[in-house]
């Protein structure tokens, strides 16, 4: 693999920007829509640019293939639960905490590599950089200023989707022989499709009358936070690799709880600020512990 260059590291920043951009979008989108409607509209916009990749560089999409139980599994766990939860937690949570919460992500996936795989096994270093991660999640738990009795489930439920995310990661090693493009383009065409008759008997979206802003913000939350964001990290693994591209996830709860600041005025406590350096540090030691 090639030695990283400006540009790439440009791009990977981009990339974390992106996917930080959509805890405040989230927040957003839930003035006017549910979050089975969100859900449904990330995955419908998110699937335009990754189908029209793969049609332009003509790849088999297989979603209706021998293996579209895997798809429509993974849409299912990988999108339609996680997006859905995670849209759900945040109209009662900050999107900051949001993005904290969802930053798990990496020591989650550590955790059950070590049950679910033969070369992520448990070592003292990882185990130090879980235990430092999760224990700034514990602390951010008694920040009463921002996690009460009103919204503790609320944050649970986001919890729950990041894991989601991992549990939906484990289940793609099942076809990983399969091109990313065609993978990511078959389980949003199930996650659309799961979600349509729930959206139709759930929420009606074609009733609402949406504020613009919210408008906006799911349209962005389909086409650049899940299509667009997609399609840069292709590029970066392809040219980098899979640990260059992984250290996005420093980046995304630092710019995540920035970008609330800046475009919602969230409120930023000291419990916030100790548990995003616990976590980003815990990330830190997982990554280098690989």
């Not at 859905?84 to 109209?91: H, M, Q």
Request: charged share 10%.
């Amino acid at each position: 693999m090639r030695q990283p260059n400006f540009i790439d590291y440009l791009l990977l920043v981009l990339l974390a920007i992106i996917w930080a951009s959509a805890f405040f979008n989230i927040k957003i989108a839930t003035y006017s829509f549910g979050a089975v409607t969100i859900a449904f509209l990330r995955v419908f916009f998110g699937a335009i640019p990754v189908l029209l990749l793969c049609h332009y560089k003509k790849i088999k999409i297989e979603a209706f293939s021998k293996d579209w139980y895997w798809f429509a599994m993974i849409g299912f766990i990988n999108l339609v639960v996680p997006f859905f939860l995670i849209a759900y937690g945040v109209k009662s949570v900050q999107s900051n905490l949001a993005a904290i919460l969802m930053s798990t992500t990496t020591l989650s996936s550590t955790v059950l590599g070590h049950f679910y795989t033969k070369d992520e096994r448990f070592n003292f270093i990882r185990t130090v950089g879980v235990l430092t991660g999760f224990s700034g999640i514990v602390y951010l738990f008694s920040d009463n200023l921002l996690i009460n009795e009103n919204n503790f489930f609320s944050a649970l439920l986001i919890l729950l989707g990041a894991t989601c995310y991992v549990i939906g990661g484990v289940l793609t090693l099942k076809i990983k022989n399969k091109k990313n493009e065609n993978v990511t383009g078959s389980i949003l065409i199930w996650a659309t499709i799961i979600l349509i008759p729930i959206v139709i008997f759930t929420e009606q979206p074609w009733k609402l009358n949406p504020r613009l802003d919210s408008t906006i913000s799911v349209i962005y939350l389909g086409l650049v936070s899940t299509g667009l964001a997609w399609l840069l990290r292709f590029r970066i693994l392809i040219k980098n690799g899979l640990i260059f591209q992984s250290q996005v996830s420093y980046l995304i709860p630092i710019f995540g709880t920035v970008l609330s600041y800046i475009f919602l005025n969230e409120l930023i406590t000291i419990k916030v600020l100790v548990s995003l350096i616990a976590v980003c540090i815990g990330i830190y030691i997982v990554r280098k512990a690989k």
